[in-house]
């Protein structure tokens, strides 16, 4: 009796302490600016909509953290339905990322942050005016004074949001690490292991493109999706004009990937099933491709238990937990 009677008091004073916990949790900003981070500022900018220009679109309207920080659309819309003219990519692991962007058009995040804000189908706002309004709010003002001792400006509002992207990197949780660092011989399937196999395989050549800790080597490369007729997307060609680049896309990392379906530049393929599909027999898909690379020309004509395996493999590569995952699930 006594001992319960001890044991609900400290249920009292434990819901109490909770309590106060959840008031600090809402503290105001003042609180908030004191411990505020430059990632979390970052953070905060990358979900705030005030940075487009009728204020309904975020970072993070396309960036979904339910999907790796990718959309699970073709094409994302932007302010006034404007429509994104290639796929979202995931923005985790672009930490060590040399250029940004599908043509490889920015060389570093903070030189990438404009091209969002000012692009006419995504947030379509001028980089100037995007700053303005920050340094007119009240809450950024204290934030950036306190973190960058100095107004908001052009430079540290991109280093803010450069900061918070480099924070998303995968953190060893996916099936493949487990395995690969022997913290779970059996995060694997048999089906996994197989896949990973042929993923390496000199017969495959995923990895002579795909490899490295994020699975890409940061190269522009023509898998055949150019075809001067249905598929228009010159790819790196826009910015270096040089005709060995047409139709050459950058790379992409592969952590994450079965949760960024659909998939390539233009999302033309919704499934990693689809995506194994197309490598199988290129042809089945584009018949005249323009410029394709050398390893892709030979049809890899996989069996349909390859298939499989590659498939389970490209699974194994999801981190078991997402920063932010439980933002922004829509
Ligand atoms: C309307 C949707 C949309 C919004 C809003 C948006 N993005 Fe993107 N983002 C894209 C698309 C589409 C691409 C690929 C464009 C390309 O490669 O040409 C992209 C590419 C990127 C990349 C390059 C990734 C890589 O693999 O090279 C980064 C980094 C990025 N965005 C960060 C941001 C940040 C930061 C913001 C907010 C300031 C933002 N994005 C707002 C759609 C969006
Ligand atoms: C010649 C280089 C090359 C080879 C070989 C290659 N890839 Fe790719 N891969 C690319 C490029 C480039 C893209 C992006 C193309 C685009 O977006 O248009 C890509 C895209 C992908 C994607 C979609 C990623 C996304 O986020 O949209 C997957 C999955 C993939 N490759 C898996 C594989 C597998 C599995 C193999 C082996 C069977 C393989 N790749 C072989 C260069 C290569």
Same mark, same amino acid.
């Given at each position: 009796?006594?001992?319960?009677?001890?044991?609900?008091?400290?249920?009292?004073?434990?819901?109490?302490?909770?309590?106060?916990?959840?008031? !600090?949790?809402? %503290?105001?900003?003042?609180?908030?600016? =004191?411990? #505020?981070? $430059?990632?979390? *500022?970052?953070?905060?900018?990358?979900?705030?909509?005030?940075?487009?220009?009728?204020?309904?679109?975020?970072?993070?309207?396309?960036?979904?953290?339910?999907?790796?920080?990718?959309?699970?659309?073709?094409?994302?819309?932007?302010?006034?339905?404007?429509?994104?003219?290639?796929?979202?990519?995931?923005?985790?692991?672009?930490?060590?990322?040399?250029?940004?962007?599908?043509?490889?058009?920015?060389?570093?995040?903070?030189?990438?942050?404009?091209?969002?804000?000012?692009?006419?189908?995504?947030?379509?706002?001028?980089?100037?005016?995007?700053?303005?309004?920050?340094?007119?709010?009240?809450?950024?003002?204290?934030?950036?004074?306190?973190?960058?001792?100095?107004?908001?400006?052009?430079?540290?509002?991109?280093?803010?949001?450069?900061?918070?992207?480099?924070? !998303?990197?995968? %953190?060893?949780?996916?099936?493949?690490? =487990?395995? #690969?660092? $022997?913290?779970? *011989?059996?995060?694997?399937?048999?089906?996994?292991?197989?896949?990973?196999?042929?993923?390496?395989?000199?017969?495959?050549?995923?990895?002579?493109?795909?490899?490295?800790?994020?699975?890409?080597?940061?190269?522009?490369?023509?898998?055949?999706?150019?075809?001067?007729?249905?598929?228009?997307?010159?790819?790196?060609?826009?910015?270096?004009?040089?005709?060995?680049?047409?139709?050459?896309?950058?790379?992409?990392?592969?952590?994450?990937?079965?949760?960024?379906?659909?998939?390539?530049?233009?999302?033309?393929?919704?499934?990693?099933?689809?995506?194994?599909?197309?490598?199988?027999?290129?042809?089945?898909?584009?018949?005249?491709?323009?410029?394709?690379?050398?390893?892709?020309?030979?049809?890899?004509?996989?069996?349909?238990?390859?298939?499989?395996?590659?498939?389970?493999?490209?699974?194994?590569?999801?981190?078991?937990?997402?920063?932010?995952? $439980?933002?922004?699930?829509?």
């Amino acid at each position: 009796m006594l001992h319960s009677m001890r044991f609900g008091l400290t249920l009292l004073f434990v819901s109490f302490f909770l309590l106060s916990l959840t008031t !600090l949790d809402t %503290n105001d900003m003042l609180d908030a600016s =004191q411990t #505020m981070t $430059e990632v979390e *500022l970052g953070q905060k900018l990358f979900f705030d909509p005030i940075l487009s220009l009728d204020s309904t679109i975020a970072c993070a309207s396309c960036h979904k953290p339910a999907f790796a920080f990718a959309d699970s659309v073709a094409f994302s819309h932007g302010v006034n339905d404007g429509l994104a003219t290639r796929n979202t990519p995931s923005i985790m692991n672009m930490y060590s990322r040399p250029y940004f962007f599908y043509d490889g058009r920015a060389a570093t995040l903070e030189e990438q942050v404009i091209v969002p804000i000012e692009n006419p189908v995504e947030m379509n706002l001028s980089y100037e005016v995007a700053v303005q309004r920050i340094q007119e709010n009240e809450e950024y003002h204290l934030l950036f004074q306190k973190i960058y001792e100095t107004q908001p400006d052009s430079n540290n509002i991109a280093y803010a949001l450069a900061a918070f992207q480099n924070s !998303l990197e995968s %953190n060893g949780s996916a099936p493949l690490d =487990q395995w #690969m660092n $022997e913290i779970d *011989l059996t995060a694997l399937t048999a089906s996994q292991i197989r896949g990973r196999e042929i993923f390496i395989s000199d017969e495959s050549k995923c990895f002579e493109c795909h490899f490295g800790p994020d699975f890409t080597g940061d190269e522009f490369k023509n898998i055949g999706l150019y075809d001067g007729i249905n598929l228009l997307d010159k790819g790196r060609f826009e910015i270096t004009r040089d005709s060995a680049d047409l139709g050459k896309f950058k790379v992409p990392g592969l952590r994450n990937v079965g949760l960024t379906a659909p998939y390539m530049h233009n999302g033309m393929f919704k499934t990693l099933e689809e995506v194994i599909d197309f490598y199988s027999d290129p042809y089945d898909f584009v018949k005249d491709p323009i410029n394709l690379d050398p390893l892709m020309v030979e049809p890899l004509n996989f069996t349909e238990q390859e298939k499989e395996d590659l498939v389970n493999f490209l699974h194994a590569l999801s981190d078991g937990d997402i920063p932010f995952r $439980e933002v922004g699930d829509e």
